[in-house]
C-alpha cells in the first residue's frame, strides 16, 4: 500500500466513521459517510453504514434509501437486510420488515440479531407466542443479548406473565444495575405480593 492509495484511504475513513458511530458521534459518522457515498455512489459498505447511522438517530426514511442502495450494491447480505427490516417496520412496513428478516434468515442460518429483528416485528404485530419464540432462539445463540431479554420481558407483560416478566427484569439489573431500561420496566410492573 502507498501513502495515497485511494482504497486504504476509503477503508480508513470508513473505519473512523464506524469508530465515530459506535462511541455515539453519529453525527460525524454520517459526514464521513456522506462523503464517501458522493465519491463513491455504490460503495456498499459506506451506504451501509450511513443507513445504520440514520437508524441510530430514528431518520427511517434517509436509513431506508441508503440500505435500500447498499442492497443494491450487494444483494443478499443479512447485514443490510437486518437494517432494512428495522427502517420498514419503524415506517409501519411490519410485512415487508418480516417478509426481509425471514429472507435473511434464510440466506444467513440466522443469527442473534436477525432473531432478535424477528421477535421485534412479532412483538409489535402483537404476535406474542411467535415473538417469545424468536427471542427464546436468540437468547439461545446469546445468552447475553440484553435487548432480547429485555423485550421477552416486554412480552410476558403482555401476555399476563408479570413474575416471568418481573425474573426477567430483575436478572437483567442483577449483570447490569444501571440498565435504566430494565430497571423503568420493573418499577412500572403492578405491585406483587
Not at 466513521?17 to 464517501?36: N, P, V, Y
Not at 420481558?153 to 449483570?175: K, M, N, P, Y
Request: charged share 20%.
Amino acid at each position: 500500500m502507498t501513502p495515497g492509495d485511494p482504497i486504504q484511504d476509503c477503508l480508513n475513513r470508513l473505519n473512523e466513521a464506524d469508530r465515530c458511530r459506535m462511541s455515539g458521534d453519529t453525527d460525524r459518522a454520517i459526514a464521513i459517510c456522506r462523503t464517501l457515498v458522493d465519491r463513491f455512489p455504490n460503495y456498499w459498505a459506506a451506504l451501509h453504514t450511513l443507513g445504520l447511522s440514520y437508524l441510530d438517530v430514528k431518520d427511517y426514511q434517509k436509513a431506508l434509501d441508503c440500505l435500500v442502495r447498499a442492497s443494491i450494491a450487494s444483494p443478499g447480505n443479512w447485514k443490510t437486510m437486518l437494517g432494512l427490516a428495522e427502517a420498514y417496520l419503524n415506517l409501519g412496513g411490519s410485512k415487508l420488515a418480516l417478509e426481509t428478516i425471514e429472507s435473511a434468515i434464510a440466506a444467513s442460518g440466522g443469527n442473534g440479531d436477525l432473531y432478535y429483528m424477528l421477535g421485534e416485528i412479532y412483538r409489535r404485530t402483537q404476535r406474542y407466542a411467535a415473538a417469545e419464540q424468536a427471542l427464546r432462539k436468540a437468547l439461545a445463540i446469546e445468552p447475553n443479548f440484553h435487548a432480547a431479554s429485555l423485550s421477552l420481558g416486554l412480552c410476558r407483560i403482555e401476555t399476563g406473565d408479570v413474575e416471568g416478566a418481573a425474573r426477567l427484569f430483575e436478572a437483567l439489573i442483577a449483570i447490569d444495575p444501571q440498565f435504566s431500561e430494565a430497571l423503568f420496566r420493573l418499577a412500572s410492573l403492578p405491585v406483587r405480593s
